[in-house]
């Protein structure tokens, strides 16, 4: 295979695996993970295609591969602990009601500032679930599922 068709592989797969990341991360996760670590590892991907286009194979070759192999496993193992329909099924556990709705809102993050991750954005799952005729507010931490009972809407102020 030529040094520019190799190149030009490994740099379509690489942005395969970018967009499988941002599709991911809003579609299941709801904007949760941090995509800008990947966004910037583009940088040395772009090098390494030039490198190869110009060089041929040889350790650019190698570092291109690694980066393709290093940037999908250091995803799936910094993925939160649960998706935005996860959370719903934990909150319907907690409720452990038959009459529990979930109400449908713009809102489904809420802004936090306990977590220190490079991966993971400093938000939480926001659910407004109706039980019994009763509106009630929950947070579910992406990180560790754990989920809290608001006393009233955190968005209370936008109604």
């Not at 993925?79 to 935005?84: E, F, G, K, Q, V």
């Not at 929950?138 to 109604?159: H, K, S």
Request: with cysteine; aromatic share 16%; proline share 3%.
């Amino acid at each position: 295979m030529s040094n520019e068709k190799l190149a030009r592989m490994l740099l379509f797969i690489y942005v395969l695996e970018l967009l499988a990341v941002h599709f991911v991360n809003g579609y299941f996760y709801y904007t949760v993970i941090n995509t800008w670590m990947y966004n910037i590892a583009i940088l040395p991907q772009i090098l390494c295609y030039v490198v190869i286009l110009d060089v041929g194979k040889g350790k650019m070759f190698i570092a291109n591969i690694v980066l393709l192999v290093l940037i999908p496993l250091v995803f799936i193992l910094a993925l939160p602990s649960t998706t935005y329909e996860g959370g719903k099924a934990i909150v319907a556990n907690e409720i452990d009601s038959n009459e529990a709705t979930f109400i449908p809102t713009s809102y489904s993050l809420i802004q936090t500032t306990d977590k220190q991750s490079w991966f993971i954005r400093d938000y939480s799952y926001h659910y407004e679930v109706k039980v019994s005729g009763e509106v009630q507010y929950y947070v579910v931490d992406p990180m560790t599922a754990g989920v809290i009972q608001l006393e009233e809407d955190f968005f209370r102020y936008d109604r």
